[in-house]
């Protein structure tokens, strides 16, 4: 599963570094929850939290229906 899921990061990923950020995938619950952590400037991003749910969420759900939730630590 975290292979998929790095997969499906990697989709992401120049998205984010277009604007001087990064994620890092931390742990993958057995009931389907994805932590992530948001790093350079989105981090601290005040929209960081909709870019979470709205967009890496939202593709990673897409491409791998076993995820139930993604989170940001």
Do not use: F, H
Not at 2 to 20: C, F, H, T
Not at 30 to 44: A, E, N, T, Y
Not at 49 to 61: A, C, D, F, P, V
Request: proline share 5%; hydrophobic share 40%.
């Amino acid at each position: 599963m975290r292979e998929k899921i790095e997969k499906a990061l990697d989709k992401v990923r120049p998205m984010l570094a277009a604007d001087g950020g990064n994620v890092e995938l931390i742990d993958v619950t057995p009931d389907g929850v994805v932590k992530l952590k948001l790093k350079g400037s989105c981090g601290c991003c005040p929209m960081s939290s909709m870019t979470l749910k709205n967009g890496i969420e939202k593709i990673l759900k897409q491409e791998i229906p076993e995820i139930k939730e993604v989170v940001a630590l």
